[in-house]
């Protein structure tokens, strides 16, 4: 009688726990830290010379929903593959120039992976007048 009880406690229990597994999802979701590298290596405000600053991961380019991908709130221009599968980001080297100031910035890249989970990565870059 006792292991009957004991039993059907925790059947009572693993059911609970059941349903509230499934309510939230099914699983949980961790942020994944992401190695970036941002490009250009300096940020130059007085120069023209390019029209990009490029971030590249370590992130397969399959993963990413690349339409949410922001550095520091700019929206990503366009995204690519790396010649080892990897997501590479590129934005408007104007609105970047436009959060830069010398003698650095620190630039985070964040956005969300196909499965749902979240990603980030920073980097510092020099800033030159």
């Known amino acids: 009688m006792k292991k009957k009880m004991v039993i059907s406690c925790l059947l009572v229990i693993g059911v609970a726990v059941g349903i509230a ?3 939230s999802g099914g699983y949980i979701l961790a942020q994944v830290e992401t190695e970036i590298t941002i490009a ?10 390019t029209a990009w ?3 590249h991961t370590d992130l397969p380019y399959g993963s990413v929903a690349s ?3 922001t550095l520091d709130g700019i929206p990503i221009a366009w995204s690519k593959a790396d010649a080892r599968g990897y997501f590479v980001a590129k934005f408007q080297m104007a609105a970047v ?3 830069a100031a010398p003698p650095s910035v620190e630039l985070t890249l964040a956005g969300t ?6 990603f980030s990565g920073t980097d510092a870059v020099p800033v030159l007048p």
């Open 97 to 99: 120039k436009g959060i």
């Open 113 to 118: 992976l196909k499965d749902g989970q979240t």
């Open 21 to 23: 597994w499934v309510s």
């Open 67 to 69: 339409a949410s991908v």
């Open 53 to 55: 600053v490029t971030v």
């Open 40 to 49: 250009p290596q300096t940020l130059v405000l007085s120069s023209n010379s």
